[in-house]
């Protein structure tokens, strides 16, 4: 069996390493535009970000293993029928995305800013208790992550609202699903949490419409895609008062480019794109029993959608 392995930004020795170690039936090999004119035919390959030129050097492949949960980058190459996307389940992400957003919110709603305020400038003061039950959370996409950012929210007894495209259940979450309840779910929030995969859609669902819905004093935390978040609409919210501000960790261009309103404005918390990082062992075993699976003709989990696109 042979695997190539073709991930951007990303230093490929420790992941060679790994994935030799954890597969030391198959030969791994490091893919580059022309590396393989010596007649090397990878069965599968472990990706992130792959040109097409891998695709069309390689359209024998019968699966693309991607080192990440959102596999919007590879809905926009042009695949063969027969190969399958395999998104990353998982993996260690949905710990570290429930810390992470309930870290942004606990912030939000505690004040926690304001009061780093105060002492930096030597205050010794109290704000007055908020209530949780004035602080909605609607988590946009129950899912892998989704669902666990919702129980973990729940378990702080914050009112939790989820909504995903089919009906689920999960404990302690009032759940909507549909286009046809999205305005309900909407104006029942105040915490907007977006943990959607990027389709089309959902690209742009958070814009100057759906956000005015928000009970006032609404929040916006994105940890899904920045292109879910129209910018301008969230900036003219913030400044008009009907939005308190934002938690954002992704962007339509990343890295944030210099000089953008984001960067500096009181009331959004920037991150680079660090809310549930990969991490390397857990994805390489993953992807490596999966791939045996695979070989062995047995189903394996998160092969994506093409039609839906997640
Ligand atoms: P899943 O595919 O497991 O879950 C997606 C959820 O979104 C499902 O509940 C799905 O509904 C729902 N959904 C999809 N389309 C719609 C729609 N049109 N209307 C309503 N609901 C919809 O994804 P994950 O939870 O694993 O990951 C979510 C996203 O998080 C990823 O796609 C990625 O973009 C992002 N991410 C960001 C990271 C970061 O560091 N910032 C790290 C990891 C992921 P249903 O249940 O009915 O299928
Ligand atoms: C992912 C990501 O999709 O890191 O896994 O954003």
């Not at 810390?99 to 305020?117: C, G, K, P, S």
């Not at 009112?159 to 009032?174: I, K, N, Y």
């Amino acid at each position: 069996m042979k695997i190539a392995f073709c991930c951007m930004n990303t230093d490929p020795r420790p992941w060679l390493q790994s994935l030799r170690a954890a597969l030391p039936e198959a030969e791994v090999v490091e893919w580059s535009p022309g590396s393989m004119q010596d007649g090397v035919r990878p069965d599968y390959a472990m990706v992130w970000g792959p040109p097409q030129q891998l695709i069309d050097e390689q359209p024998q492949m019968k699966a693309l293993f991607n080192i990440g949960a959102g596999v919007d980058a590879l809905m926009k190459l042009s695949l063969p029928p027969h190969m399958q996307v395999v998104r990353l389940n998982d993996a260690g992400m949905s710990v570290q995305m429930a810390e992470f957003v309930a870290h942004a919110v606990i912030r939000h709603y505690r004040e926690l800013d304001a009061y780093e305020r105060d002492v930096a400038a030597g205050e010794w003061r109290f704000r007055k208790p908020l209530l949780r039950t004035d602080f909605p959370i609607g988590v946009m996409g129950l899912g892998v992550l989704g669902e666990r950012v919702a129980k973990t929210l729940a378990m702080f007894d914050f009112p939790v609202l989820g909504w995903s495209r089919s009906p689920r259940q999960v404990d302690g979450v009032h759940c909507f699903s549909g286009e046809a309840t999205f305005d309900e779910f909407l104006s029942a929030t105040r915490i907007l949490v977006c943990l959607l995969p990027l389709t089309p859609e959902t690209r742009g669902i958070m814009n100057r419409d759906t956000l005015s819905l928000l009970k006032p004093g609404g929040y916006v935390i994105n940890v899904a895609r920045g292109a879910h978040l129209v910018e301008d609409d969230l900036l003219a919210l913030i400044d008009s008062g009907h939005l308190a501000g934002a938690a954002l960790d992704v962007f339509q261009t990343e890295p944030l480019p210099a000089g953008h309103a984001f960067w500096k404005h009181p009331k959004i918390a920037v991150t680079p794109h660090t809310s549930a990082r990969t991490l390397r062992e857990d994805t390489v075993l993953q992807i490596a029993q999966k791939i045996r699976a695979m070989a062995r003709g047995e189903p394996v989990a998160g092969v994506v959608d093409r039609e839906r696109g997640y």
